[in-house]
Structure formats: structure tokens, C-alpha cells
């Protein structure tokens, strides 16, 4: 008998309509989340768009862009006009989210707050993210990515114990920020969904990326008092041994062994059995007492080895590692391709680039379509025909300044 397959799903966020006050990476990675989960994202932009999009192409600050507002429609509106605030005030009416990552109190200074958009829309998801949070004692200071890093305690324990605090690599706040502000407003969809009920819910950058640093507090409340804040490559907490990148021939490789097991694998894998009654690498505890002894055993026995090659025979004695690649390798990673993760697409503005799906993925749900990021004010008569704005008007809004 034939197997009956059954149809995808829906995308999870169909029907649900976003509009998109955005900027730069943290609340346009929750927005684009949303988009690639089914959901109509609308953004609106400030006259001469957003501010990431002006931003020197020659330094590559387009891919980001492009990266983050796919699968989105772009409508220009100027917030500081009264026309403006009553065109954004009539499309809320019809919407079921508004995000927005301005400073705290932009909104209400706008006259577009919280109890202004539910007066409009009781029903509607006000959704804010910020550096310090809405309230409180840091609220009003300048947030970015680096400001949080700082304050957070990110940069303290990012380095060597003799070299200076460094920033990461990495936009870490920003993201981390975004991520927790998609699952605040999915939240809040699912609970109007079960209650009738609107919501103001906002995230704040530090809250977010604080517990990202879970090894390197528990440090600070353990019974030692000689760990570094910075470890370097080595484990926050210096509770783990072997935990570090180790050179090869060719490059660098990373190595965990989480537990004895692991590091008899590891013993196993380098022909160093014979090390297993050693009393110094006997158990992890023994191990992370002569932590400068293992390190200097196993990067003897990697360096000799190109990192490619030395991963494969580690994965097949069941240790955990992985070769440092750098980006132009993970960019061009076939598995990624394969997995439809990264994407190679003609960009009608920007040229080939390869950009990113949503992590995020639904079993037996049908897979969104991948539109390019949109070209500025691109849907400004569409968008603004769904609340009566005929072309007409929609000149004479631009002469006034308006969109």
C-alpha cells in the first residue's frame, strides 16, 4: 500500500504582520527571524532609509544589510511629522507586532508609545530592545554592541591573563539581544493567542548576553582564588583539561575532552596509552592540576599534523574537536550549501553574495521562499494602499516630506 504523505504546513508566523521600526543588527535579526518563520514584516524606514543601509559599501557594510532585511517589504515614513505619525498610526491598526530598537523613550517622545498603539491596536505585541533595558539606573546610556561587551563583563574575560580586556570577534550582544527579543515576541503571540491580550514585552542587551558567561562566574564563586579572569583559549573556569587551540602544521585545532572518557580516547588517538595510570592526566581533576603538562603533550603531538586530517582521526576516536577555519572556508562550507543554511544569491542591488537562512527549522513545515533584501521605500504604494492612500496622495506626501 502507497504511503500517504501529507502536505507541509503552513510557515509557523503566517498571517501575522510586523511592522518593522528597526535598526542596524539587534532588532533587525529578531524582525528577519520572524520573516524567514512565515511572518509579514513591513520595514519602515526614515527618510533616505536605514541608517545601516547608508553605511561606506566599500567596507562590505551592505552584506550585513542584506543579511538581515530579507524576506522583508521597505516603506519610507517620516515619524517626525503629524501626517507621518497618523499613516504609521492607521497601518498599526491593521498589524499584530510593532518592534523597535530605538533609545528608551524615543517612542513616547515620538507620540507612538506604548499606551498610544494600544488605544489603536489592544490587541497589538509592542516589542522593544535596548542596551541597559526601559528602566532603571542605566537606561538612558549609549548602548552598541562594544559599550555592552564592556559593561557586561564580556571584554573582561575575553584574552590572556597578560594582555589588556579585548572585545569579541563577534557582535555577540547585538545577537544574542535579537535572538531573546524573537522569543519574547513569539511569546506574547502565543499568549494573546490564548488569552486575547496584547503586550509590551523589551529586552535588554546586558540581561541577554550575561548568562552567556556561566563557566566564568561560577569561577568567581568557587573555592579558588588563583583562576584569571582571562583564560585565553583555555576554559573560563579551569575546571577542564585538555581545553584549548593547539597548533598543527597548517593551522589551529580545538580540543575538549569533557570527561576521562574523552581522554582516553585522546590518549588512544595520540599512542599514548600508556599514560593512562599516569598519576599527573589520571582523572580531570589531576589533569587540571598539571594543566601546563597537557597542554605542552598534546600540542607536541599536533603540531605535527595538518588540522584537517588530525580532525578526521580524532572523530574517529571519539574526541571531541574541530580545525579552526577562518570565514572564507565557512562561507564556502558544503555541508552549510547543502543543509540550505547559506545561500548563494544574485542580489539585485548588491551582486553574488551567500547569506544566511533562519537557524530556526520546523519539521514537515514548507520552507520560505528566499526574496532578497528590498530596495528602499520599494513597497510604499502597496503598502500604504492597504490603508486608502492612493497615488495621488502618496505624491503629494512625498513633496511634503512625508515618505
Not at 67 to 75: E, I, P, R, W
Not at 251 to 261: F, L, R, S, W
Not at 353 to 367: K, M, V
Amino acid at each position: 500500500m502507497e504511503e500517504k504523505r501529507l502536505a507541509p504546513a503552513a510557515l509557523p508566523l503566517k498571517g501575522v504582520k510586523v511592522l518593522d521600526l528597526t535598526q542596524i543588527y539587534n532588532g533587525p535579526y529578531a524582525t528577519f527571524l520572524m520573516a524567514m518563520g512565515g511572518a509579514e514584516v513591513v520595514k519602515v524606514e526614515p527618510i533616505g532609509g536605514e541608517y545601516l543601509r547608508r553605511r561606506d559599501a566599500s567596507s562590505g557594510a551592505f552584506m550585513p544589510f542584506a543579511m538581515l532585511n530579507a524576506c522583508k517589504d521597505s516603506v519610507s515614513l517620516n515619524l517626525k511629522s503629524a501626517k507621518g505619525r497618523e499613516l504609521f498610526l492607521k497601518l498599526v491598526e491593521q498589524v499584530d507586532v510593532v518592534v523597535e530598537n530605538y533609545s528608551p523613550g524615543v517612542m513616547d517622545r515620538l507620540g507612538i508609545g506604548w499606551e498610544t498603539l494600544r488605544e489603536r491596536n489592544p490587541q497589538i505585541v509592542f516589542a522593544s530592545g535596548s542596551g541597559y533595558g526601559q528602566d532603571g539606573g542605566y537606561r538612558d546610556l549609549m548602548a552598541m554592541d562594544l559599550t555592552v561587551q564592556a559593561m557586561s563583563g564580556v571584554m573582561s574575560v575575553t584574552g590572556y591573563p597578560d594582555g589588556p580586556p579585548t572585545k569579541s570577534g563577534a557582535a555577540l550582544c547585538d545577537f544574542f539581544g535579537g535572538v531573546h527579543l524573537y522569543g519574547a515576541i513569539v511569546t506574547a503571540l502565543y499568549r494573546r493567542a490564548v488569552e486575547g491580550v496584547g503586550a509590551r514585552v523589551e529586552v535588554s542587551m546586558l540581561e541577554a548576553v550575561y548568562p552567556t558567561m556561566a563557566s566564568n562566574i561560577g569561577m568567581i564563586h568557587g573555592a579558588r582564588d588563583d583562576i584569571p579572569l582571562r583564560t585565553g583559549n583555555r576554559h573560563g573556569g579551569l575546571s577542564l583539561c585538555p581545553y584549548n587551540v593547539y597548533p598543527t602544521s597548517d593551522g589551529y585545532i580545538a580540543i575538549i575532552c569533557n570527561n576521562d572518557k574523552h581522554w582516553k580516547s585522546l590518549l588512544e588517538a595520540m599512542g599514548r596509552a600508556d599514560l593512562s595510570s599516569d598519576q599527573r592526566v589520571r582523572t580531570m581533576r589531576d589533569r587540571v592540576s598539571h594543566m601546563e603538562f597537557v597542554d605542552d603533550l598534546v600540542a607536541q603531538y599536533t603540531q605535527q599534523r595538518p588540522k584537517e586530517q588530525l580532525s578526521r582521526h580524532l572523530q574517529d576516536h571519539k574526541v571531541p574537536n574541530a580545525p579552526v577555519r577562518d570565514l572564507t572556508e565557512v562561507i564556502k562550507d558544503p555541508v552549510l550549501h547543502e543543509r540550505g543554511s547559506l545561500l548563494d544569491v544574485d542580489h539585485p542591488t548588491f551582486g553574488r553574495l551567500t547569506l544566511p537562512r533562519s537557524a530556526l527549522r520546523f519539521s514537515d513545515t514548507e520552507t520560505r521562499d528566499y526574496v532578497c533584501s528590498p530596495k528602499y521605500a520599494a513597497d510604499n504604494a502597496r503598502i500604504y494602499g492597504s490603508i486608502d492612500i492612493g497615488p495621488q496622495e502618496l505624491a503629494k506626501l512625498a513633496e511634503e516630506g512625508v515618505i
